[in-house]
Antibody, heavy 115, light 109 residues
């Protein structure tokens, strides 16, 4: 069965760019939508955006100016870049399969924004 | 943007029925999905499209959706059901396409 694994730096400095990758195993990245969702410590879930395997994207309007999601079908991976980060971007970041429903989730990775 | 409102907490005794609500303007016209999140773990989809269950989710979990309220019902509650529960919709009428409720902490007494 399909599994997702997030990877990337756990610590990012303010004003820099957060970069994470989600590796899909046990299935193909093709023919599905793939999402990024985050959860600040002790708070609820926030949708960041999604990408179709073909490359079309849609982002949360509140983050749109800072977010880029991309896909690499040859590596069965998709990625998240969030620029100009602040402490408010500190969160557990999850990748998930799906667009209107997230049926499979990665385990999540904590990213802390601090100097 | 579309707003989903959940009660912060619900408490229930073991063996009883828990009902967690999710309020939204005319939410009955949308498909509602529910996630269970236990401490330190990723969310798990427990109900999708208002009332369907993914494979492996017990029949004790059920959902309904009408008017301005969707409800997740957990029958014969067990200690292992203690978790945070989030409702979520796909709002194709706005830019904020994926919307989550604020979450409800289910406590099993």
């Amino acid at each position: 069965q399909v599994q997702l694994q997030e990877s990337g730096p756990g610590l990012v400095k303010p004003s820099e760019t957060l970069s994470l990758t989600c590796t899909v195993s046990g299935g193909s990245i093709s023919s599905y939508y793939w999402s990024w969702i985050r959860q600040p410590p002790g708070k609820g879930l926030e949708w960041i955006g999604y990408i179709y395997y073909s490359g079309s994207t849609n982002y949360n309007p509140s983050l749109k100016s800072r977010v880029t999601i991309s896909v690499d079908t040859s590596k069965n991976q998709f990625s998240l870049k969030l620029s100009s980060v602040t402490a408010a971007d500190t969160a557990v970041y999850y990748c998930a399969r799906g667009r209107d429903t997230a049926g499979v989730w990665g385990q999540g990775t904590l990213v802390t924004v601090s100097s | 943007s579309y707003v989903l409102t959940q009660p912060p907490s619900v408490s229930v005794a073991p063996g009883q029925t828990a009902r967690i609500t999710c309020g939204g303007n005319n939410i009955g016209s949308k498909s509602v999905h529910w996630y269970q999140q236990k401490p330190g773990q990723a969310p798990v989809l427990v109900v999708y499209d208002d009332s369907d269950r993914p494979s492996g989710i017990p029949e004790r979990f059920s959902g309904s959706n009408s008017g301005n309220t969707a409800t997740l019902t957990i029958s014969r509650v067990e200690a292992g059901d203690e978790a945070d529960y989030y409702c979520q919709v796909w709002d194709s009428s706005s830019d904020h396409l994926v919307v989550f409720g604020g979450g409800t902490k289910l406590t099993v007494l």
